[in-house]
T-cell receptor, first 119, second 112 residues
Framework: AQKVTQAQTEISVVEKEDVTLDCVYE???????LFWYKQPPSGELVFLIR??????QNEISGRYSWNFQKSTSSFNFTITASQVVDSAVYFC????????????????FGQGTILTVHP | DAMVIQNPRYQVTQFGKPVTLSCSQT?????MYWYQQKSSQAPKLLFH???????NEADTPDNFQSRRPNTSFCFLDIRSPGLGDAAMYLC???????????FGQGTRLTVV
């Protein structure tokens, strides 16, 4: 079984501030994928990033960056120079990978972090 | 263009009256999921299909059923909706050998 914990229920920042969303996970699987999804008020879950447990290289995409540390089972997400359009609920999620390298089982979500960016 | 389409976006049903939510996909993905998301909570997996193989989560109530007549369509049937079933219902798909799940916009179900 796996568990994903997002300790921050809500974060409120002012536009242009940097903000980090924390994610900590537990799994008995040795290989897995980690994800971040954004859920705007319209409701759909929008895929942001996938990280393979083998790959601890951090990634930057525009104003978004991700810090994966397997030693602490964390996969944190930072938004630099936040904007009002970043306001949404953000979910961290995990899915295990089998020996063949394909995912199996279910995608387990954290509880979500509500991010509000004020103008 | 939307790749996972859920209809309707908003559904109001009466307590105890059967209701069906639909999901269609243009991705030809073989895996389809149904999630229930209550207010301020994480999405909770109800069941999923791997091709035609149906996989029910152990804690999914019998009140929830699903049908997948073909690759493109999947339905969620709630036989006797209760007030506690009011939620956002999310459909998602995933292609074989891939990891990313694509979500629809969800159907927000209200039970009156």
């Amino acid at each position: 079984a796996q568990k994903v914990t997002q300790a921050q229920t809500e974060i409120s920042v002012v536009e242009k501030e940097d903000v980090t969303l924390d994610c900590v996970y537990e799994t008995r699987d040795t290989t897995y994928y980690l994800f971040w999804y954004k859920q705007p008020p319209s409701g759909e879950l929008v895929f942001l990033i996938r990280r393979n447990s083998f790959d601890e290289q951090n990634e930057i995409s525009g104003r978004y960056s991700w810090n994966f540390q397997k030693s602490t089972s964390s996969f944190n997400f930072t938004i630099t120079a936040s904007q009002v359009v970043d306001s949404a609920v953000y979910f961290c999620a995990l899915i295990p990978i089998n020996a063949g390298g394909t995912s199996y089982g279910k995608l387990t979500f954290g509880q979500g972090t509500i991010l509000t960016v004020h103008p | 263009d939307a790749m996972v389409i859920q209809n309707p976006r908003y559904q109001v049903t009466q307590f105890g009256k059967p209701v069906t939510l639909s999901c269609s996909q243009t991705l030809n993905h073989n895996v389809m999921y149904w999630y229930q998301q209550k207010s301020s909570q994480a999405p909770k997996l109800l069941f999923h299909y791997y091709d035609k193989d149906f996989n029910n989560e152990a804690d999914t109530p019998d009140n929830f059923q699903s049908r997948r007549p073909n690759t493109s369509f999947c339905f969620l049937d709630i036989r006797s909706p209760g007030l506690g079933d009011a939620a956002m219902y999310l459909c998602a798909t995933r292609g074989q050998g891939t990891t990313e799940a694509f979500f629809g916009q969800g159907t927000r179900l209200t039970v009156v």
